[in-house]
Nanobody, 124 residues
Framework: QVRLVESGGGLAQAGGSLTLSCLAS????????MAWYRQAPGKQRELVAG???????NYAETVKGRFTISRDHVKNTVSLQISSLKPEDTAVYYC??????????????????WGQGTQVTVSS
């Protein structure tokens, strides 16, 4: 089982910034894709940003230019920097690891793994 632990959420004002962090229990450089999702009250969980093992990134249209996903191989974390916060960014943010190939898959970690989520609340 892959353990993902998010941190960095909290209450922030509109226009401000936050950085979320996800610590993984397995080597992040060996994970095929890591991503951040969010789920607002009454809405479906949605992808906001992803990063592949090769370093390619993708973002939801609604967050482009404001969110930045990055990895720290020394700390074994994936971070999500959020700037120019908006009230509509209020949601529970989840870290996601998708392992389908390579060493981790061979070791039995194949699958999609989720963290427990961290709440981000943006006040106007």
């Amino acid at each position: 089982q892959v353990r993902l632990v998010e941190s960095g959420g909290g209450l922030a004002q509109a226009g401000g910034s936050l950085t979320l962090s996800c610590l993984a229990s397995v080597s992040i450089p060996n994970i095929d894709t890591m991503a951040w999702y969010r789920q607002a009250p009454g809405k479906q969980r949605e992808l906001v940003a992803g990063i592949t093992r090769g370093g390619s990134t993708n973002y939801a249209e609604t967050v482009k230019g404001r969110f930045t996903i990055s990895r720290d191989h020394v700390k074994n974390t994936v971070s999500l920097q959020i700037s120019s916060l908006k009230p509509e960014d209020t949601a529970v943010y989840y870290c996601n690891a998708d392992i389908q190939t390579g060493l981790l898959s061979a070791l039995g970690y194949k699958g999609v793994h989720w963290g427990q989520g961290t709440q981000v609340t943006v006040s106007s």
